[in-house]
Structure formats: C-alpha cells, structure tokens
C-alpha cells in the first residue's frame, strides 16, 4: 500500500538528525520519527514561509496532503518536548524525489555554478566517474550568464570532487554514485542531485525549475572507480 503513494518532491538531508534531553541516555528514551516529507513541508511552510498552497506546488501534493503533513509533523515536536523524548528526523527517500541534498542552503547564493558531467557536450554521462569532460553553468538569478567546459584531471579516488571544488561548482547533477563519492563531494561543499539522464540542457531547466527528469538514489555499496 505504501509502494503506491504519489512520490514527494523533497530536499534530502546530509545525514540523520537526532536530538535528545541534555544528561539522558538515548537508550533510556522513546524516540519519535519524523519522516522526510514531514520534515520537507514544515520547513517550506514554517521555516521559509511559503503558504500550503505554494509547499504543495513544491512538493508536488495537494495542499490536504501538505496540512496533513504540518499536522503531524508539528504534534510530533510537541509529542517531545511534553514528555521528554528524543527526536530523530528520518532520511529516508523512500516515496520521495530528491530535488537536491547536502546543501540545504543552495537557493540562496546569488550566483551558482552547476556542473554535468558528459563525453559528447550534449547528454548527461551517468557514469561521471569516466566522462571526458565536465559543462560547468554559471546561473545568476535562474538565468545562464556562462557556459564552459573543463577537462578534468587524471582520475584518481576523489580527483573529481577536489577539481570541481577549484572550479567553484556549487552543484553536480549526474546519474548514480556511491555514499562514498557523495561524501567527497560534500568535504567540497558540492550539493549532488542524481537521477539525471538525456540531454543536459533538459535537466538543468527541470533543476532551475525547482524539478528534476528522474529520480535518483545514493547507491548502498560504494563504487570507488566512481569516486
């Protein structure tokens, strides 16, 4: 029943979050779960101040399903502050689409670099870890100010992560990685969105507005040629 929910547009966490009383043991307390998408519509309506109307359009839920959201997502805080538990904000992706991670911040730099990485200067090369090349968009105020491209440096285990951080690249968008290259790039302060395939220049004007193609998902083993 659960597989057949409509999937949530949502930002992803860098890790779990776990909060407790100060001097008690985790072990001693209950702990309440809040999911991603409970936590993805209290910060659009709480945090950001979007009206549940415009959460939902962000979201990709009616805006029922986003009250249901702040409904028991906000009784959930209370449930812990009232009676001592400890909250634990879930990562989980399931019946969600990631629409970025790592770097919940990114929307607010005036000025962005994105990055694809490709071998034929049209199409997304999933498997970036082998590409010939990286297109590196300047974006101020969602509009492309410049394009270029970059050859990378011989690949080595984090070669790329550490050559798009000189490049100034804010964002990476590409098809799948490894927990441990998602990592890499988040020692550079590089957001990854994955799930990305077909052209570039479709995904980068799905990502500017707010969407991505496909979804995408950290894999569970890691791929060190990938990193």
Known sequence: ???????????????????????????????????????????????????????????????????????????KFIDVLLKNKALEIKNEITNIKLKGENKMNIEEKLVKRISFPTSDKVTVDEHFGHCKEFVVYTI????????????????????????????????IITGGMGAMAVNLFKQQDIDVVLGAKGRIDVNLSEYLGGFLTTQGSVCEHDHTHNN
């Open 1 to 75: 029943m659960i597989s057949s929910r409509k999937k949530r547009y949502a930002r992803r966490l860098d890790s779990s979050r776990v909060f407790k009383p100060v001097g008690v043991s985790r072990n001693d307390l209950e702990t309440v779960y809040i999911m991603l998408d409970e936590f993805e519509a209290l910060r659009l309506v709480d945090y950001e101040g979007l009206s549940q109307i415009d959460a939902g359009v962000e979201m990709q839920v009616s805006r029922a399903t986003v009250q249901r959201l702040l409904l028991s997502g906000r009784k």
């Open 140 to 171: 101020e105020e969602n509009e492309v100010k410049e394009v270029k491209y970059v050859i990378p440096p011989e690949h080595t285990p984090g070669s790329f992560p550490r050559f798009l951080g000189e490049q100034g690249v804010d964002v």
